[in-house]
Nanobody, 123 residues
């Protein structure tokens, strides 16, 4: 049974940092794209960042570019999201996701979702 388990969410003040982790189990995702989505209250789920299986050029939403960094460790079957200079508009539930390739990820053609972790940015 495939599972994606996120961790690292929490509450932080504006300008602070958090690091999200997602550990996958059930099968290897070393050949899949992995990424992060988020959903704020009353809004649709949106892609935040994605990384190809070979850790090549990542994709970032314009709203997080230069503030967030995605990385992965295929040996650990895991993907990470370093979030710096957090803003109130980053408040959302963050979801880990896998897809066959980057195009699928950008089109929200997702194979597996994690259960989500809450990130709250507030003073």
């Amino acid at each position: 049974q495939v599972q994606l388990v996120e961790s690292g969410g929490g509450s932080v003040q504006p300008g602070g940092s958090l690091r999200l982790s997602c550990a996958a189990s059930g099968r290897s995702f070393s050949m899949d794209a992995m990424g992060w989505f988020r959903q704020a209250p009353g809004k649709e789920r949106e892609i935040v960042a994605a990384i190809p299986w070979h850790s090549g050029v990542p994709y970032y939403a314009n709203s997080v570019r230069y503030r967030f960094t995605i990385s992965r460790d295929n040996d650990k079957n895991s993907v990470y999201l370093q979030m710096d200079d957090l803003r109130s508009e980053d408040t959302a539930v963050y979801f880990c996701a896998t897809a066959p390739a980057m195009d699928n990820m950008r089109n929200s053609e997702i194979d597996y979702w994690g259960q989500g972790t809450q990130v709250t940015v507030s003073s």
